[in-house]
Every structure is written in C-alpha cells, then in structure tokens.
C-alpha cells in the first residue's frame, strides 16, 4: 500500500512540474536577461563547449555544466528560447 502512495505522490509532483514549468513557458516565452550574453560570447566561439577565457564576460569554466548546457541548446536549437526551456 505505501509504495501505490509514493508511486501516486511522484506522478503529482510531476504533473505539477510539468503544469507549472507550461505556465512559466507560456507566459515568459522569450530570454532572459543574462541567455543574450551567454548566447553572444558561444556566437563568438562556437567551436569550444567550454569558456576558457576568464577575461570574456560570463566566464563559465567553474560552471563547465552549465556552459555546455548552453552550447549545447544554441547548437540544437539555435534562438528557439521555447524548445531551450522545454530541453
């Protein structure tokens, strides 16, 4: 009986997640602030996942997962903030 309780309360949280993360999708479907940087600096250097430079702005190389993940979603998707949102 408890693992139906636990399997019910993980399917919720993730309907929540999904409803709420459509909502925040939906309403602000554009960049935010900081994406153009990032997104500016990867045009810049397209070829390296990673920001070794630590004069260029937003200099990510003690965040490497992060800058990848943004290197990667330019890549993919180029300026489709809503499929970078949804990835």
Known sequence: MNRKKDLFNILLLIIISIIVSG???YS?????????CLFTNIDKIPDIPISLNPKIEFFLFFRPVSYFSFWLDYHLFYNNSVLMKIH
């Open 23 to 25: 909502v925040t999708i």
């Open 28 to 36: 602000i479907p554009d960049f935010i602030t900081d994406d153009y």
